[in-house]
């Protein structure tokens, strides 16, 4: 069966397995069958993904229009479906909201008194009402943009939408301007059923961030490739994008070492610049800026790797969120000594986040997605199936209000890709091994 064909059926089974999963009654019900239509769609992307990999260049090049129509399709499936497996919009227009009406989501929590004047019908849907925004000053605005446009569902997604597409337009120029696969990169990326799940059903936030994340890579790649005047451009215009994407969620900020020393000095002002500019409007909540997301830090936990595995050597979950915070600071460390580029510096360093992270839940994989379609790295975009696994316990939450995470289910979800990752980099260890004992000595003999 040609590629083509193969790509055709195996979109249409993603594409069955999704509705199902959204629209069937009882579809959404976990651990079944909601995590076995969600593992069905998942086999079909990677067997697809499988296809084009294994697919001649000419094949291979002809199907990109079939995966552009796929994709679109898996998303015209979902996004009329209410969300169902989160309640963060909420809060997203929650905060839009309250900018309208004139105030500074910074400054209190949803619960607070000064603020029950702007109270709305669906105010009790709120989650973690007692706890101020954690979402930063490039999410807000955004958020104040949807309020603007009448604090609708429908105009939310419609708005993730459009920055996931836009998303996947950049990588496929990236991987063009980089001689990697465009057609392997945009299935990778466009036909992941987590991110399809996430955006065009759950209304997630994330391809704001990963907008601004893919055009930080565009600009930094066009920055190593021009000189002079053109390169300093794409320089600032990588450090925007890339603030763009810190002041969404704040993980990215992680690489800004690595931008500063690979982009120079106007990447880093411009990256800074923008982010003051950003925070002044909020600046009057005062200490209170950054309270949210000293709680979540704080406090948050869900389905720990290896962090669960700290915690309990440690005994103490403060002890060990400073341990997994120096292991990442260490990859931080490495990935600027070595002057990774900022691509791999992400993959890296956002990869040690996720690994060392008291709290995932699924959503939170898709910021690998990109970096692992360009690279084509396989054991996260394993990751970006196993992640649904989080939502094992969803259906006992809502009848019985609590969530459990077996120690097995955790184990699940982890062994796999740590163990990948791991073998992985022993293989790369020994590549570099075996490249040096091949390099001749100084005196040219061998």
Not at 7 to 25: D, I, Q, R, S
Not at 107 to 126: D, K, N
Request: a positive charge.
């Amino acid at each position: 069966m040609g590629v083509k064909r193969q790509l055709l059926l195996l979109g249409f089974v993603e594409a069955v397995a999704l509705a199902l999963l959204a629209w069937a009654p009882g579809g959404a019900v976990f651990p079944t069958p909601g995590l076995f239509l969600f593992g069905a769609a998942f086999l079909a992307y990677a067997l697809a993904a499988r296809a084009v990999a294994n697919g001649s260049d000419a094949d291979v090049a002809g199907a990109i229009p079939i995966l552009w129509c796929v994709a679109l399709a898996l998303r015209a499936i979902l996004y009329p479906a209410t969300p169902a497996l989160t309640d963060d919009f909420w809060r997203y227009l929650w905060d839009g909201h309250v900018q309208w009406s004139g105030g500074n989501p910074f400054a209190f929590a949803p619960a607070a008194i000064e603020v029950a004047p702007l109270r709305t019908p669906w105010h009790g849907l709120i989650n973690n009402p007692a706890v101020p925004t954690i979402y930063p000053p490039f999410a807000q605005v955004t958020f104040l943009f949807i309020a603007m446009a009448g604090s609708k569902i429908w105009v939310m997604k419609a708005m993730w939408l459009a920055c996931d597409l836009a998303t996947a337009a950049v990588l496929v120029r990236i991987a063009r301007a980089t001689d990697r696969s465009p057609a392997l990169t945009l299935l990778l990326y466009a036909w992941a059923p987590l991110l399809v799940v996430e955006v065009a059903w759950n209304g997630h936030l994330e391809p704001l961030g990963l907008l601004a994340m893919a055009a930080a890579l565009w600009f930094a790649v066009q920055a190593e490739a021009r000189s002079g005047r053109e390169a300093s451009r794409a320089a600032v215009g990588s450090g925007v994008a890339f603030a763009a994407a810190a002041l969404t969620k704040v993980a990215p900020a992680a690489a800004f070492p690595v931008l500063a020393r690979r982009l120079g000095w106007p990447a880093a002002a411009a990256f800074a610049l923008f982010g003051v500019v950003l925070y002044l409007p909020y600046a009057a909540a005062g200490a209170a800026l950054f309270d949210g997301l000293r709680t979540y830090g704080e406090h948050w936990w869900f389905m720990q790797g290896p962090f669960g595995v700290i915690e309990a050597l440690t005994d103490d979950p403060m002890v060990a969120r400073r341990v997994s915070a120096f292991g990442v600071l260490s990859v931080i460390a490495g990935a600027t000594w070595r002057n990774f580029d900022l691509e791999r510096a992400l993959l890296w360093i956002m990869g040690a986040g996720m690994l060392l992270t008291p709290t995932l839940h699924p959503w939170y994989v898709l910021w690998m997605l990109p970096l692992a379609a360009l690279r084509v790295s396989k054991p996260w975009i394993l990751f970006g199936g196993l992640a649904f696994l989080g939502y094992f316990g969803l259906t006992d939450y809502r009848d019985l209000g609590a969530w459990p995470q077996p120690v097995w289910l955790r184990g699940l979800l982890w062994s796999p890709v740590v163990g990948w990752l791991l073998l992985d980099g022993l293989s790369w260890a020994r590549r570099v091994k075996k490249s040096r004992n091949a390099e001749p000595s100084i005196s040219g003999e061998e």
